[in-house]
């Protein structure tokens, strides 16, 4: 169950208290469901303390009743709809009885509601009530100022398996993963806080001067000014940089449309290859054998982030150059549980190890552009880069993979 606590308090301004909230959870099918609400009755409107009591006392029927009838089986989004439409009848009953009451023209009341399955929630709000989230980003934070050996020390406690991808991983990813969750912009928060971070030996290369140096360089340029080639290579670390559309119009002697499968549409602005179709046909036939195969419990213990940074991480060595989409990226940490994207990353795994002989030929070759003219050589790296924008083009997975 989750640690819930509420109070009130009438305050100095006004001879009754407005104000009305409630708290509500249950387990149902080893599933967890809340329901926080809290209501301030409208103080410059007549009996706006009964308003926010009747919107309470609605949703308290609701989550007893009405939700476990069968509408909890129905997913949460279909749960914030019926919500939604029960909201925008408690408004119409408030109306109505603000009429029929003497001397009270109108009544009312501000909402703002919590409601959480499991892993999932959602926050629905009616006037200037707030929901605050917040302590992660703080204790975020503290974590990553930690030099290496304490870091190392924090096992079997609440942050112990972040505290172990730190170990392999720079702080500014996790930052820049937070800032995305979050909503703010990556750059202006890491200025203000990364001088307080861990700079690992084992990750300098990932974070070094001129890294940072040269992918603030990049996102500053006019997108005019980048030729395809200098943007989608990579200096040798991770990036989460959503490739911009308008690079698909920027003429490069040496890619093909396979090369460009990020952005297929549907249309005639990129043609795949029959020998794309095929593979894409095998990749299909692969990942439903892995969901077949996949027993619901191994989900359920798998740590989906932890293997994909892995995974991008043992890409990158041995391919050099390979990165995720931002879009993909973040959709597969939303969705860690769904046997779907379990399936993709084992066939992404599966992909590394049959192309590392035709792939490591890249590990002799000086210029990145070279090797990608030599699709003999490096079919194997080539390989790598179209599944993960396979995976970043959702349209195109859909079709190909079905999710």
Not at 27 to 32: A, H, P, R, T, V
Not at 205 to 214: A, I
Not at 232 to 259: H, I, M, Q, R, V
Request: glycine share 6%; aromatic share 12%.
């Amino acid at each position: 169950m989750i640690d819930t606590i509420g109070m009130t308090d009438i305050g100095n301004g006004r001879p009754s208290n407005q104000d009305a909230y409630l708290l509500r959870q249950q387990e149902k099918n080893g599933k967890l469901y809340l329901l926080a609400v809290v209501c301030d009755g409208m103080g410059g409107l007549k009996k706006g303390e009964i308003a926010s009591r009747y919107i309470v006392e609605v949703l308290k029927q609701w989550f007893d009743e009405t939700l476990f009838e069968g509408l909890y089986e129905m997913g949460i989004n279909m749960i914030e709809q019926n919500l939604i439409d029960l909201i925008r009848k408690i408004n119409q009953n408030l109306l109505l009885m603000s009429r029929k009451m003497k001397e009270v023209k109108s009544m009312g009341s501000t909402l703002t509601l919590l409601f959480v399955e499991d892993h999932e929630f959602f926050v629905l709000n009616v006037g200037d009530s707030r929901t605050y989230w917040f302590d992660r980003k703080k204790r975020l934070y503290e974590l990553l100022k930690l030099p290496y050996d304490e870091r190392q020390m924090i096992a079997c406690q609440k942050y112990g398996r972040l505290a172990e991808m730190t170990l392999r991983i720079p702080a500014r990813v996790f930052v820049y993963l937070f800032a995305e969750i979050q909503g703010f912009d990556f750059w202006t928060e890491w200025h203000e806080v990364h001088g307080e971070f861990y700079v690992d030996e084992i990750t300098k290369n990932y974070v070094g001067e001129s890294v940072v140096k040269k992918r603030e360089e990049i996102r500053n340029t006019q997108i005019g000014k980048l030729k395809t080639k200098d943007f989608l290579k990579n200096n040798g670390c991770f990036t989460f940089y959503n490739t911009p559309a308008e690079l698909k119009d920027k003429p490069d002697y040496y890619l093909s449309d396979d090369d460009l499968m990020y952005w297929w549409d549907g249309t005639d602005t990129v043609q795949l290859s029959i020998r794309m179709v095929e593979t894409l046909t095998r990749w299909s036939v692969e990942l439903k054998k892995f969901e077949t195969e996949i027993n619901r419990d191994e989900i359920e213990d798998y740590d989906m982030l932890k293997s994909l940074l892995e995974l991008l991480d043992r890409a990158n060595h041995e391919y050099r150059d390979i990165y995720a989409f931002q879009n993909m990226f973040y959709e597969f940490a939303q969705n860690n549980k769904d046997i779907h994207y379990f399936a993709a990353i084992k066939l992404f795994e599966k992909i590394l190890d049959e192309n590392w002989e035709t792939g490591k030929i890249i590990q002799s070759v000086e210029s990145w552009s070279t090797a990608s003219k030599n699709v003999i050589c490096n079919e194997g790296r080539i390989n790598v880069k179209r599944y993960l924008s396979v995976l970043a083009n959702k349209k195109l997975r859909e079709k190909c993979f079905g999710f």
